[in-house]
């Protein structure tokens, strides 16, 4: 087997060491896949025009782990770290896509940009969505989903966007996925 990694991007002002990544982390070693986390460079300011510098971070991040001679590798973000994947994901396929919660429209606040990277995505693509997530409405992301076939979806049943007691359920399903696509 070709050596497998992840990338893992964090929540908006979040750094490597959000819990959330480390519990996927963890949860990927067990499957011998292994995984970089970022803190992106902008942390504690304003994301950067066009999210440059956050793309930019997550390329070195991917780049280091193919230097280190793993040929799958793929891109995970929590929330607004998923919608930078999704953007790079659009522009350079890695071998897998994973989002865990995207915010994809808040109330009052559709993001069209967001909407047009995921529908774009050709890579194999997992979003991991509470069912109450209303940052993410989980019916834009099935009708997204239902124009691109490269998309799965996985509901949590009564989470919202921070997942709450249904996190391991989240990191698991996304684990067990990422195991079954890179290959």
């Given at each position: 087997?070709s050596g497998r990694a992840a990338?893992?991007?964090?929540?908006?002002?979040?750094?490597?060491?959000?819990?959330?990544?480390?519990?996927?982390?963890?949860?990927?070693?067990?499957?011998?896949?292994?995984?970089?986390?970022?803190?992106?460079?902008t942390r504690g300011s304003r994301?950067?025009?066009?999210?440059?510098?956050?793309?930019?971070?997550?390329?070195?991040?991917?780049?280091?782990?193919?230097?280190?001679?793993?040929?799958?590798?793929?891109?995970?973000?929590?929330?607004?770290?998923?919608?930078?994947?999704?953007?790079?994901?659009?522009?350079?396929?890695?071998?897998?896509?994973?989002?865990?919660?995207?915010?994809?429209?808040?109330?009052?606040?559709p993001r069209p940009r967001d909407?047009?990277?995921?529908?774009?995505?050709?890579?194999?693509?997992?979003?991991?969505?509470?069912?109450?997530?209303?940052?993410?409405?989980?019916?834009?992301?099935?009708?997204?989903?239902?124009?691109?076939?490269?998309?799965?979806?996985?509901?949590?049943?009564?989470?919202?966007?921070?997942?709450?007691?249904?996190?391991?359920?989240?990191?698991?399903?996304?684990?067990?996925?990422?195991?079954?696509?890179?290959?």
């Amino acid at each position: 087997m070709s050596g497998r990694a992840a990338v893992l991007a964090p929540g908006y002002g979040g750094t490597a060491r959000q819990p959330i990544l480390r519990a996927l982390a963890d949860a990927l070693a067990t499957y011998a896949i292994a995984s970089r986390a970022v803190t992106f460079a902008t942390r504690g300011s304003r994301p950067s025009a066009g999210y440059e510098r956050e793309l930019a971070d997550l390329r070195v991040a991917r780049d280091a782990l193919g230097a280190e001679g793993n040929d799958c590798v793929a891109l995970v973000g929590r929330s607004f770290g998923g919608r930078i994947a999704a953007f790079l994901a659009a522009q350079e396929p890695p071998a897998a896509l994973v989002v865990l919660g995207h915010p994809i429209s808040p109330p009052g606040r559709p993001r069209p940009r967001d909407e047009a990277a995921l529908a774009k995505v050709t890579c194999p693509t997992l979003v991991v969505q509470g069912d109450h997530d209303q940052l993410g409405p989980y019916a834009v992301l099935e009708r997204i989903a239902a124009t691109n076939p490269h998309i799965d979806l996985v509901a949590i049943a009564g989470a919202g966007h921070e997942f709450g007691r249904q996190e391991g359920e989240a990191v698991a399903a996304a684990a067990r996925w990422l195991d079954s696509m890179l290959r």
